[in-house]
């Protein structure tokens, strides 16, 4: 069971764009959730990341929207630039818990 | 860079061979972790260690073992690979009172 479902699989943008990819969860006792950002043949990193009791978080040119009545959860990536193509993965944490629940990740790509 | 090294980064193995990756890490992270990262799947978590000697199962843990007899070493084993198996593997740490994970540089394993 796909504890966090994210979409979409892939997604193409011009340069200065806007770059939004979704995210949903069910567990209502998830305490962080943050996004991150993988580039090819390195591991993921962390981009940005949120906590429940806030329902917006900026830093620099991204974004993160949060709607806890609907469970839901985005990235926005405002003036996309080339060098944003990577693959994004959202994710969720139960402080309580040990594990980290991973979306199954967008592939960006912004064409100039 | 929490300081993650992955040993080995590409490897080739046969069918029905052990293999064992190695994780290390100069951060003194409490927690670490395996995943193996597919095409469509995004990050699925195989195993994880809470403390020395102290580790679980992740959603994906059939035909891998771990092990964790130091806080810098987290070995995944596999016991008799198969060709569902070859993926790209990542070790991830997190500081205990932290909620950052961090990630290694991967390793991509191939079973023939």
């Known amino acids: 069971q796909q504890q966090v479902k994210q979409s979409p699989q892939s997604l193409i943008v011009q340069k200065g764009g806007i770059s939004i990819i979704n995210c949903a969860y069910e567990?209502?006792?998830?305490?962080?959730f943050p996004w991150y950002q993988q580039f090819p043949g390195k591991g993921p990193a962390l981009l940005i990341a949120i906590r429940p009791d806030v329902s917006e978080k900026k830093e620099g040119r991204f974004t993160i929207s949060f709607n806890k009545s609907a469970k839901q959860f985005s990235l926005h990536i405002m003036d996309s630039q080339p060098g944003d193509s990577a693959t994004y993965f959202c994710a969720a944490l139960r402080f309580s818990g040990n594990q980290f629940y991973f979306g199954t990740g967008t592939s960006l790509t912004v064409i100039p | 860079d929490a300081g993650i090294t992955q040993s080995p980064r590409h490897k080739v193995t046969e069918t029905g061979t052990p293999v064992t990756l190695r994780c290390h890490q100069t951060?003194?992270?409490?927690?670490m972790y395996w995943y193996r990262q597919d095409p469509g799947h995004g990050l699925r978590l195989i195993h994880y260690?809470?403390?020395?000697?102290?580790?679980d199962k992740g959603e994906v843990s059939d035909g891998y073992s771990v092990s964790r007899s130091k806080t810098e070493d987290f070995l995944l084993t596999l016991e008799s690979a198969t060709s569902s198996q070859t993926s790209v593997y990542f070790c991830?740490?997190?500081?205990?009172?932290?909620?950052?994970?961090?990630f290694g540089q991967g390793t991509r394993l191939t079973v023939v």
């Open positions: 567990n209502t006792a998830f305490d962080y």
């Open positions: 260690s809470y403390g020395v000697k102290d580790t």
């Open positions: 991830a740490t997190r500081r205990g009172e932290t909620t950052e994970a961090f």
């Open positions: 951060e003194n992270h409490r927690y």
